[in-house]
């Protein structure tokens, strides 16, 4: 599961252009708000804030994969499928060509509304438990990206490699929203730029879709390797009651 967790990485620095258009804004505005004479330099507090932001999607990588292991196993690859599905959607969404995904950000905006207040008492940030805190609810923005990454994380077999997912991805995220966060205008520039972006969202797409025949080719290879071995197990058993009748029948 090693590489899933690798993945999540890539799909993290991938995904530059959508952090910086969500959340690079958001890590400015927070970074120049702090005085200039203040002795926490921004980017200790832009760590901070980060440091908090990853653990959230840790917690909740833990969260949907324990909720996932914890459910009915109906025997379909269906946590595969639905991450399959979120990728290509989320790569549609950064191509501009179908913003399907933004449904689910909707739904984000429901609970967002309960936290963004208390995110706002925490301002001014000038320590760094609070920045720490800010950014523990920061990670609850409603963002398709994470949601289509926490589907991937479902995937996985135990809550801390679920957790450990999201906080690859996590990690990944981290250079666009520094680069934002430090006001880094040639990054911006570069990532806005709209052959990168197509690129960006096709590898979202391809990698949608090969998740997709994966799980599919995995679940029939298997379902057939189990039709192929019950005649020859059905067999065995046969042999073995034939052999023990004749026996028995040698014996009287």
């Not at 927070?30 to 440091?51: F, G």
Request: glycine letters at 10%; one cysteine or more.
């Amino acid at each position: 599961m090693i590489e899933l967790t690798i993945t999540a990485l890539l799909l993290g620095l991938m995904g530059a252009g959508h952090c910086l258009g969500m959340c690079g804004g958001f890590a400015a505005a927070l970074a120049y708000a702090i005085p200039s004479e203040q002795k926490i330099s921004r980017l200790t507090l832009l760590l901070s804030y980060n440091v908090g932001r990853i653990s959230s999607y840790a917690l909740l990588g833990a969260i949907v994969a324990a909720g996932q292991n914890a459910g009915f196993d109906s025997g379909y690859p269906l946590a595969r499928t639905l991450a399959g599905l979120l990728l290509v959607a989320t790569g549609l969404y950064l191509a501009n060509i179908w913003r399907g995904i933004t449904w689910l950000e909707r739904g984000g905006q429901k609970v967002w509304r309960f936290i963004q207040p208390v995110s706002q008492r925490l301002l001014p940030v000038y320590t760094v438990p609070k920045a720490l805190l800010l950014g523990m609810l920061w990670g609850w923005l409603p963002c398709g990206l994470v949601y289509s990454m926490l589907a991937l994380a479902a995937t996985q077999p135990s809550a801390g490699l679920g957790a450990l997912t999201m906080a690859a991805f996590g990690a990944g995220t981290l250079p666009a929203v520094l680069a934002g966060g430090l006001a880094a205008a040639w990054v911006r520039k570069w990532l806005v730029k709209r052959w990168f972006q197509r690129g960006l969202a096709f590898a979202f797409m391809a990698f949608g879709l090969w998740t997709l025949s994966i799980a599919w080719y995995h679940h029939f290879h298997h379902a057939n390797h189990a039709n192929h071995a019950a005649p020859l197990i059905n067999s065995t058993v046969i042999d073995k009651a034939r052999s023990s009748s004749s026996s028995t029948h040698q014996h009287h």
